[in-house]
């Protein structure tokens, strides 16, 4: 059984620019969750997609987009760059409302 | 406005004895609580779960506490081990709103010493 894996490990990106992270999910798991956790904080609920839809959002602008594809899989979205995105950005998946088990993460810094 | 609150950011406990970390929340629309384990430089690992039906669950040395009327749970470890050596974090979910979102506390870090 494959867990969740998230790409890239590490980006460095610059203020103003867009970026895009992608979460495979752990086989059988039809529900993809994102998650950013800043320094020293618990991580905070961004969106999560069921079957390809968005069924929830969290407290993040617009310029925070997502995806989800048939075989479950997402993107994470992020316009308009600021020096505040600089996060670890979790993804999790899971089989509809139960537990989410989390990928190893994308530390994402903006300069 | 913190939903959920861990308010002990650190633990140190000797190898052997038992680790209890707490967390409180405010919501009392949450009806189910997980802990996760973080190592650095890795995503949560889920530990354990409860729903709110239940005011105890058991796995192993991990051993779940709810008591709703006073909106407070606990995670404890027994005997804990220099491997829980980790930051905990408990999240809390109202399965009826949003399916599953997880609202989580500041995370607590636990340091077993031998």
């Known amino acids: 059984e494959t867990g969740v894996t998230q790409s890239p490990t590490h980006l460095i990106k610059t203020r103003g620019q867009q970026v895009t992270l992608r979460c495979s999910s752990q086989?059988?798991?039809?529900?993809v969750s994102w998650y950013q956790q800043a320094l020293g904080q618990g991580p905070q609920f961004i969106f999560q997609y069921y079957r390809e839809e968005e069924n929830g959002r969290g407290n993040f602008p617009p310029r925070f987009s997502g995806l989800q594809f048939p075989n479950y899989s997402s993107e994470l979205n992020v316009n308009a760059l600021e020096l505040d995105d600089s996060a670890l950005y979790l993804c999790?998946?899971?089989?509809?409302?139960?537990?989410?088990?989390f990928g190893p993460g994308t530390r994402l810094t903006v300069t | 406005d913190q939903q959920v609150k861990q308010n002990s950011p650190s633990l140190s406990v000797q190898e052997g004895r038992i680790s209890i970390l707490n967390c409180d929340y405010t919501?009392?629309?949450?009806?189910?609580f997980l802990w996760y384990k973080k190592y650095p430089a890795e995503g949560p690992t889920f530990l354990i779960s409860?729903?709110?039906?239940?005011d105890k669950n058991e796995d192993g040395r991990f051993t779940v506490f709810l008591n709703k009327s006073a909106k407070h749970l606990s995670l404890h470890i027994v005997p804990s081990q220099p491997g829980d050596s980790a930051v905990y974090f408990c999240a809390a979910s109202a399965v009826g709103n949003q399916g599953g979102k997880l609202i989580f506390g500041q995370g607590t870090e636990l340091s077993v010493k031998p």
């Open positions: 919501n009392s629309m949450f009806d189910y």
């Open positions: 086989s059988g798991h039809n529900t």
């Open positions: 999790a998946s899971s089989l509809g409302a139960t537990e989410q088990y």
């Open positions: 409860i729903s709110s039906i239940k």
